[in-house]
T-cell receptor, first 111, second 113 residues
Framework: SQQGEEDPQALSIQEGENATMNCSYKTSINNLQWYRQNSGRGLVHLILIRSNEREKHSGRLRVTLDTSKKSSSLLITASRAADTASYFCATASYNTDKLIFGTGTRLQVFP | DAGITQSPRHKVTETGTPVTLRCHQTENHRYMYWYRQDPGHGLRLIHYSYGVKDTDKGEVSDGYSVSRSKTEDFLLTLESATSSQTSVYFC????????????FGPGTRLLVL
């Protein structure tokens, strides 16, 4: 069963705009991770945020985590055509070796 | 792709035949995972390994078996392939299980006719 659900399922924006994707999950987590997948390729790790953190930044990426609402958001600022990809959140519960992935958000950035 | 290779990259097979997919890593990571990716389902865990000869089931393990006789190799076997196992299969590795990042291989596209 899916732990994380991304919203929206698909997002289309123009270059230079910001893109925000949301992830909701159901049970307590140890950490939450965001991954990107370009068409036909494997997933690439973007950022990991632990349950005791509220916000993390990496370049143009900003991730927030609200454990009280069991939700996270990924913000990509000043988007580029190269950001076109699918974005997945994945959660890790405590005392587990596994990640559970959501179904992803497909982002299209038009030049 | 972080020292992870998958073979074959593409395979077409017939229903009822056994199929083995191989994942090979050069990173010496303890954990290895097999996922399948299907439209509308995201990635779903099939099996994973937390050490040589140590494996456990994932969410969608029926019809699949795995083996890990060496740290660097993790094999996924479809005992008798069915059309429902047509999918893209990804291998991933991790230093510390769910505690840390997973690194993914390039994937294997399997078509079962």
């Amino acid at each position: 069963s899916q732990q994380g659900e991304e919203d929206p399922q698909a997002l289309s924006i123009q270059e230079g705009e910001n893109a925000t994707m949301n992830c909701s999950y159901k049970t307590s987590i140890n950490n939450l991770q965001w991954y990107r997948q370009n068409s036909g390729r494997g997933l690439v790790h973007l950022i990991l945020i632990r349950s005791n953190e509220r916000e993390k930044h990496s370049g143009r990426l900003r991730v927030t985590l609200d454990t009280s609402k069991k939700s996270s958001s990924l913000l990509i600022t000043a988007s580029r055509a190269a950001d076109t990809a699918s974005y997945f959140c994945a959660t890790a519960s405590y005392n587990t070796d596994k990640l559970i992935f959501g179904t992803g958000t497909r982002l299209q950035v038009f030049p | 792709d972080a020292g992870i290779t998958q073979s074959p990259r593409h395979k077409v097979t017939e229903t009822g035949t056994p199929v083995t997919l191989r994942c090979h890593q050069t990173e010496n990571h303890r954990y290895m995972y097999w996922y399948r990716q299907d439209p509308g389902h995201g990635l779903r865990l099939i099996h994973y390994s937390y050490g040589v000869k140590d494996t456990d089931k994932g969410e969608v393990s029926d019809g699949y078996s795995v083996s890990r006789s060496k740290t660097e190799d993790f094999l996924l076997t479809l005992e008798s392939a069915t059309s429902s196992q047509t999918s893209v299969y990804f291998c991933a590795i991790s230093v510390a299980g769910g505690e840390e990042t997973q690194y993914f291989g390039p994937g294997t596209r399997l078509l079962v006719l």
